[in-house]
T-cell receptor, first 110, second 114 residues
Framework: TQLLEQSPQFLSIQEGENLTVYCNSS?????LQWYRQEPGEGPVLLVT?????EVKKLKRLTFQFGDARKDSSLHITAAQPGDTGLYLC??????????FGAGTRLTVKP | KAGVTQTPRYLIKTRGQQVTLSCSPI?????VSWYQQTPGQGLQFLFE???????NKGNFPGRFSGRQFSNSRSEMNVSTLELGDSALYLC?????????????FGPGTRLTVT
């Protein structure tokens, strides 16, 4: 079982639509990170959230860290084909090892 | 400045063989971490090296090993390859490997075991 559960696993939408993907755990994390990975590349860090209830905005992307620091969400407004990729969340477990979710594979069709 | 580089990018090996993968971190970065990425399990942490010492280790069998050189370049070795070792192996570097630092990932080495 994954320490971090991401949903949905796959998401295919039309350009211009809004979407939200989720990252959930039964464990508390000191921080959570979101990455985007494109085919043939390694993950690239989008944002780190560290405070329960924190909301961070990065252009059309809004990241939220749950109050209890066990879950996080990523909302994309007016998705574009360039947003296509694998979205990964990651957090430090009790052993201070980085744990990743399996990811949400997003396809935005023009 | 140059990003993290990994060689080779693609590799095909046979069960029972061993393989060595290489990672060159960003200049000045002293921490290198290795991950295995598979469709079913996602990214799983293998180990982290800092100043030539293994600082953290994930839950992988002893067939997986690594080392880091004085120039911070790192290698990982997998012995007695199994079909299940087929995966994308990613390395990531950071300045000191602290939790608040950003990790920069390389493009990965795709290993196929037949």
């Amino acid at each position: 079982t994954q320490l971090l559960e991401q949903s949905p696993q796959f998401l295919s939408i039309q350009e211009g639509e809004n979407l939200t993907v989720y990252c959930n755990s039964s464990s508390v994390f000191s921080s959570l990170q979101w990455y985007r990975q494109e085919p043939g590349e390694g993950p690239v860090l989008l944002v780190t959230v560290v405070t329960g209830g924190e909301v961070k905005k990065l252009k059309r992307l809004t990241f939220q860290f749950g109050d209890a620091r066990k879950d996080s969400s990523l909302h994309i407004t007016a998705a574009q084909p360039g947003d296509t990729g694998l979205y990964l969340c990651a957090g430090d477990d009790l052993n201070n090892d980085m744990r990743f979710g399996a990811g949400t594979r997003l396809t935005v069709k023009p | 400045k140059a990003g993290v580089t990994q060689t080779p990018r693609y590799l095909i090996k046979t069960r029972g063989q061993q393989v060595t993968l290489s990672c060159s971190p960003i200049s000045g970065h002293r921490s290198v971490s290795w991950y295995q990425q598979t469709p079913g399990q996602g990214l799983q942490f293998l180990f982290e090296y800092f100043s030539e010492t293994q600082r953290n280790k994930g839950n992988f069998p002893g067939r997986f090993s690594g080392r880091q050189f004085s120039n911070s370049r790192s290698e990982m070795n997998v012995s007695t390859l199994e079909l299940g070792d087929s995966a994308l192996y990613l390395c990531a570097s950071s300045l000191a490997g602290t939790k608040t630092e950003e990790q920069y990932f390389g493009p990965g080495t795709r290993l196929t075991v037949t």
